[in-house]
Every structure is written in C-alpha cells, then in structure tokens.
Antibody, heavy 120, light 108 residues
Framework: EVQLLESGGDLVQPGGSLRLSCAAS????????MNWVRQAPGKGLEWVAV????????YYADSVKGRFTISRDNSENTLHLQLNSLRAGDTALYYC?????????????WGQGTMVTVSS | EVVMTQSPATLSVSPGERATLSCRAS??????LAWYQQKPGQAPRRLIY???TRATGTPARFSGSGSGTEFTLTISSLQSEDVAVYYC??????????FGQGTKLEIK
C-alpha cells in the first residue's frame, strides 16, 4: 500500500525552529517528486515547497523562501522540511504529497498531515 | 503567479441532482489542472487530473472538463458521501503551484 506518514509537528514559539518528516512506503520513493502543502485552520490549501526526485531541484513559495528548507533522504525513503524563523502565520497542518517522476504533475498521494502551531 | 478562482464558494444541491463547480485561471494553464476532494478531518484526495482524467477510484459520476482558463467539475448525481470541499490546482506555470480557494458542497 502506498503511504505517506508525517511527523514532527509541535507547538513552538515565534522565531523558533522545527523539522518535519514524511516517511514514504509502498512505492520507489527515489523515483518521485515530493511536495509540502499546508492548510491553516479553517482555510484552503497552500503549496509550500517541491523537491525533485534526486534532490537536485528545489522550489519554494515566496511566503517561506529563505526560512524553510526541503530535503530528502532517498536511502531512508524520507522527506524533510526544516522550518526556521517561524511566525504565527505559519500555523497550519502540513501535508506531504507525492507527485510524478518530474516536476509538473498533480499530487496523487497525500499524507494525513502534522500540525505546527506557532504561539507564545 | 497564476491565480485560481473557484465559484461558487458554497453550493447546495439536492441528492440525485447535478452539481457544477467552476474554476478559472488568471492565465492559460493548458490542461494542467487537477481537482481534489477534501472531506472533513481528512487529507485531500485527487479526483481528476489533466483537466478531465479520472483518478483511480474516482466514481464515474465525477467528470472534469475545460482547458486554457475555464474548467468545470461536474457531479452528475449527487450522493451524500460527496459532501466535501473541492479544490482546483494548476501545475502548468510553476513555481508556485496554486490552488483555488475551494468550493464547499452541501446537501440541500
């Protein structure tokens, strides 16, 4: 069964850092592009970042550029998102989502999400 | 950035009736558009990709149409389990990928 399982969400103070992880199973992880998408409470979906299959290409939403870093460990079938300089506006449920074999496809598999709350 | 605009924000439809959801792009996205369904407390699920291709497991009552800047998701005969928020997403002009704000579908 194809599965994505996020972890690492927590309550953190403004200015703090957090590292999210997404464990993949049931498909050849190293062949696929991966994304992070977030959803603030009661709001819509916002794309955050994408990373190519080999990890060589990364792109970010303007709202997180310079603060967040997407990475992957293909030997461990794991996707990461490093969140630095967190703000209240970063409070959201963070989903990882699988894409195609190259950037520019719909997201066919989503995890259940991990909650990040930024508050003092 | 391509802005995706969905209408209406909320749609109420009687069981068995047709539901029509719209999505408009601020510039052409060709056929690189997907529709997702998000039920309360659940992750989004891909329903339609490439504007009109049903994903595996998507019931035949769901259909997608359109290209360029105007897209439609149609549910031919609404079932109670179709109550959800529906999002469109373009993946033609990136980064960023962009989503519409969602249409909440209710049972009348």
């Amino acid at each position: 069964e194809v599965q994505l399982l996020e972890s690492g969400g927590d309550l953190v103070q403004p200015g703090g850092s957090l590292r999210l992880s997404c464990a993949a199973s049931g498909f050849p992880f190293s062949n696929y592009v991966m994304n992070w998408v977030r959803q603030a409470p009661g709001k819509g979906l916002e794309w955050v970042a994408v990373i190519g299959a080999t990890g060589g290409a990364t792109y970010y939403a303007d709202s997180v550029k310079g603060r967040f870093t997407i990475s992957r460990d293909n030997s461990e079938n794991t996707l990461h998102l490093q969140l630095n300089s967190l703000r209240a506006g970063d409070t959201a449920l963070y989903y990882c989502a699988k894409e195609g074999t190259y950037i520019g496809h719909a997201f066919d598999i989503w995890g259940q999400g991990t909650m990040v709350t930024v508050s003092s | 950035e391509v802005v995706m605009t969905q209408s209406p924000a909320t749609l109420s439809v009687s069981p068995g009736e047709r539901a029509t959801l719209s999505c408009r792009a601020s510039q052409s996205v060709s056929s690189n558009l997907a529709w997702y369904q998000q039920k309360p407390g659940q992750a989004p699920r891909r329903l339609i990709y490439d504007a009109s291709t049903r994903a595996t497991g998507t019931p035949a009552r769901f259909s997608g149409s359109g290209s360029g800047t105007e897209f439609t998701l149609t549910i031919s005969s609404l079932q109670s389990e179709d109550v959800a928020v529906y999002y469109c997403q373009q993946y033609n002009n990136w980064p960023p990928y962009t989503f519409g704000q969602g249409t909440k579908l209710e049972i009348k």
